[in-house]
T-cell receptor, first 114, second 112 residues
């Protein structure tokens, strides 16, 4: 019940295309859903996050869509660029609770071809 | 702000040796996390501290692993004795509350 399942494992997209990464969770107590971006040789960095009181959050070319009833959330990268090539991790936690440590998905390696 | 600082960046050691990884969190952050990253298992939480106190160490793989946080600006993760299967990238992260972790650049550990 603590798992966050992420798909696909890898993704190849042409420049200008839309990249979509999906995550699913079981624990209905999760109430904070961030996405992290990791470049080779670097630590993961917070990209965008959402709370379940909204169904969508957009920051520039990055959008999180959240479906509470399906217990799923996804990251959409519009107009994908070669510089977006990285590994993306979804995560979930009980924000502010005593068990609030982030549970990470296994990651998606995105390659954007020029 | 220099971010979360980890040292060393790379460590190569022989099986059986003691390894100590170091982390300096962001000043003012009250949570500190140690993660291990491998291709097979992804990002695994090993242990986390709140205000220098260990809260959950259930992810520490075995007694060979230990972590300390003697003050708000320093933490160590020690492996003694090290084994080849400990080879991984170890990340330290800190946060104010649980949201918005800031990760360090990691320590790549190779045990031969």
């Amino acid at each position: 019940q603590q798992q966050v399942k992420q798909s696909p494992q890898s993704l190849i997209v042409q420049k200008g295309g839309i990249s979509i990464i999906n995550c699913a969770y079981e624990n209905t107590a999760f109430d904070y859903f961030p996405w992290y971006q990791q470049f080779p040789g670097k630590g993961p960095a917070l990209l965008i996050a959402i709370r379940p009181d909204v169904s969508e959050k957009k920051e520039g070319r990055f959008t999180i869509s959240f479906n509470k009833s399906a217990k799923q959330f996804s990251l959409h990268i519009m107009d994908s660029q070669p510089g977006d090539s990285a590994t993306y991790f979804c995560a979930a936690s009980r924000y502010g609770g005593s068990q609030g440590n982030l549970i990470f998905g296994k990651g998606t390696k995105l390659s954007v071809k020029p | 702000d220099a971010g979360v600082i980890q040292s060393p960046r790379h460590e190569v050691t022989e099986m059986g040796q003691e390894v100590t990884l170091r982390c300096k969190p962001i000043s003012g952050h009250d949570y500190l996390f140690w993660y291990r990253q491998t291709m097979m298992r992804g990002l695994e939480l090993l242990i986390y501290f709140n205000n220098n106190v260990p809260i959950d160490d259930s992810g520490m793989p075995e007694d060979r692993f230990s972590a300390k946080m003697p003050n708000a600006s320093f933490s160590t993760l020690k492996i003694q004795p090290s084994e080849p299967r400990d080879s991984a990238v170890y990340f330290c992260a800190s946060s104010l509350g649980f949201a918005g972790y800031t990760f360090g650049s990691g320590t790549r550990l190779t045990v031969v």
